[in-house]
């Protein structure tokens, strides 16, 4: 099996195993509003106050993002199965790389929303906000 036949059969069992609510699109985008409801809130306070906890949110959620990627390479439901099938790594490590870039797409989405409530002030720094969290989501 190659990888782009496994990434195909895998985005299947993907998208019949989730419903609407639960796309990874509609949950980055819920958590980016609540990011940036909290950083809105926090602005009111002072652009300072906002920046922090756009930065807290940001860390956090990069920090689950990087600590969900054992679980999109090694412990899945489906892990047992596919080591039973005659797969080799090369596709199964292809098919992981790229949930995990997924995810990581996904977290920038939700922290670059949460930057919005900055741009009332300075659209450049959220600019600058934006670019920090492309840079956590690209490394």
Sequence with gaps: MTSREL???SALAERR???????????ALLAGVAIAAWVAWRHDASFRS??????????????????????????RADAALLAQLPIEGGPLFDAALVRCVRAAAATTLAVAIGALPLARDSVELALRHAAFGAALGAG
């Design 50 to 75: 906002g920046s922090n906890a756009w930065l807290a949110a940001t860390l956090v959620a990069f920090f689950v993002a990087f600590m969900r990627v054992p679980f999109h390479v090694y412990w």
């Design 17 to 27: 195993a989730r419903t609407w609510w639960s796309s990874p699109l509609v949950l």
């Design 7 to 9: 990434l195909r059969w």
